[in-house]
């Protein structure tokens, strides 16, 4: 997206399912490509003139990482110049109120007590190595 762009994120619970929808006023994707974003390696034409060297493994991944949380994810566009909407969708756990604030506690503990292992991804080495850094700063194994 150009300098100046703007970008929504919006966060819902719709049924039994949790939504997170970002949308750009980007480059948008066209109506052809839409199928395929979601491919390994995929990298759309007319749009790799905005890519910063990426491979076409982020939207692969996050769609991996969503699946295998019991979830799915879409993405849709009006076309070049249009904008994209990429839409999470996870189921929510539902647990009774007295249960759920003794698991809050536990789990608040537990995370201050254990470093965690953190698989950190990200097409530009120089982020991926910050956000590494910063996570073992923390604690963490990146």
Known sequence: MDDGGNITVRIAHEGDEALIEVSDAG????PAALPQVFELFTQVRNQQAYS???LGI???LVRQLVEMHGGNVTAASEGA???STFAVRL??????????HALEAEDEAASLARPL??????????AADALAELLR????EA
């Open 91 to 100: 189921p929510v756990a539902v647990i009774e109120t007295a249960s759920r």
């Open 58 to 60: 982020g939207l692969s």
């Open 52 to 54: 910063a060297g990426g």
């Open 27 to 30: 480059i948008g994707i066209p």
């Open 117 to 126: 292992h953190v698989l950190v991804v990200d097409d530009r080495c120089d």
């Open 81 to 83: 110049g249009k904008g």
């Open 137 to 140: 700063l923390d604690g963490h």
